[in-house]
């Protein structure tokens, strides 16, 4: 408490002798949000809308429990790794594991289908990467030409740091390629499991923004842009994993089986309690928001009054602090809520893009890329959308789909 705390009190005198009024407003200067206000607003309306689907899920979690308490904060994921678990071992399809080799051919398919470009191992020299296990990969177009390359440090080992991250080692400009590192921690074998995928797919989208970008100054290039949109092209990719295109490469192996890949119904293997979950995350995103935009003297006051506006469905145990556990508070002080954000505008831009059944070549997307930071986000968007951003259709994108997985395992 005493740590965060001084860290919150210096983050504000630190945007004051700025000249800003808190450090929200300081951090979110040049973002696609714009301001505080506009974020607040996106989360009270979303938590508004929210409200239905969230106590629906609790009544099912409710049922599952063996006891009569209350649902409680930690059930959320105890329930929904147990309710994924059930639908996945009743199709065949889905396997506890998948070859590496299979996810990277994936991974490749998806590259070559909607950005025209490929992946290309490549073995690397004496003395050029920091460990044996380090592979490389070379990302160029159909006629060849490089435009960047990509180290993986897949496995776990000692001393290695457990975060599963993009590294930027030289971003892309007109006069120099980007090379970036993918830092997993996968347990060595030939197989990762499901789980992985998911995280592999998202990293792979901050590299593909890296990788793709190209503008004059290397400051502004690829993921150096503002947080809310950085998060745009990897959550792009895990929110299409789900799609029969790639998941009939990933599960290939089963392509002949009983259960064909494309009848399979179109849903995230991340998705299960999609809108309870949804709501937690809301939760943070308006706790790192005020935490970050008030004189804090106590964090656990700002938490209770949170918890109250926006996880009051929830049994919190008043002795319990929750929020300090939050490393998001320290990594995204002030952005948090750029999860959300993005999250609503892929939606939109699925939509709008016809990417629900197939995965096509998207032209508008990859230049999207190449201007990292460089050009104005927010219009480079709506030009993509074809239409001006807006609370209401963001929040509407959110919602809607929500409870997808829910109706399809008949909790909703």
Same mark, same amino acid.
């Given at each position: ?210 990788? !793709? ?126 999860? !959300? ?40 968007? %709506?030009?993509? !959308?074809? %239409? ?25």
């Amino acid at each position: 408490e005493v740590k965060l705390c001084e860290l919150l009190n210096q983050r504000q005198r630190f945007a004051s002798l700025s000249g800003f009024g808190n450090y929200c407003e300081r951090e979110l200067q040049g973002s696609l949000a714009k301001s505080p206000m506009i974020v607040q607003d996106f989360l009270n309306e979303l938590n508004v809308q929210l409200r239905n689907t969230v106590n629906k899920e609790i009544k099912v979690i409710k049922n599952s429990k063996r006891s009569r308490e209350s649902v409680g904060i930690w059930d959320i994921s105890y329930y929904s790794v147990e309710n994924r678990c059930k639908f996945f071992q009743s199709v065949p399809v889905f396997q506890s594991q998948l070859n590496l080799k299979t996810v990277l051919a994936a991974l490749n398919r998806f590259s070559q289908d909607m950005f025209n470009v490929e992946l290309m191992s490549e073995p690397t020299k004496s003395d050029e990467v920091w460990h044996d296990d380090v592979l490389k990969f070379v990302v160029q177009t159909h006629c060849g030409q490089t435009l960047g390359i990509i180290y993986c440090d897949f496995y776990k080992r000692q001393g290695k740091d457990a975060n599963i991250c993009l590294h930027t080692i030289q971003c892309g400009t007109f006069t120099q390629i980007p090379v970036v590192a993918l830092v997993c921690n996968f347990k060595k074998g030939d197989y990762i499991q499901i789980s992985d995928v998911n995280l592999l797919f998202h990293e792979y989208g901050h590299a593909l923004h890296a990788v !793709l970008g190209r503008t004059r100054y290397q400051h502004v290039s690829g993921t150096r842009c503002p947080t809310d949109f950085a998060e745009i092209p990897s959550i792009l990719l895990d929110s299409i994993i789900n799609q029969s295109c790639i998941m009939e490469t990933l599960f290939s192996k089963e392509k002949n089986s009983q259960n064909n890949i494309v009848d399979l119904p179109s849903v995230s293997i991340s998705d299960c309690y999609n809108a309870t979950e949804t709501q937690v995350q809301l939760y943070y995103a308006m706790l790192d928001q005020l935490l970050h935009s008030l004189d804090v003297r106590d964090t656990m006051e700002i938490a209770v009054m949170a918890q109250n506006n926006y996880l009051s469905q929830f049994n919190i145990p008043a002795s319990t602090a929750w929020h300090q556990r939050f490393t998001h508070l320290y990594f995204y002080g002030g952005k948090y809520y750029s999860y !959300l954000w993005a999250q609503a505008i892929v939606n939109m831009i699925i939509e709008q893009q016809n990417l629900k059944e197939t995965i096509h070549y998207c032209p508008e997307i990859k230049a999207l890329f190449e201007q990292g930071g460089s050009k104005d986000c927010s219009y480079q968007i %709506e030009s993509l !959308l074809g %239409e001006s951003l807006s609370i209401d259709k963001m929040v509407a994108s959110l919602v809607k789909p929500l409870a997808s997985f829910n109706k399809l395992i008949g909790t909703v």
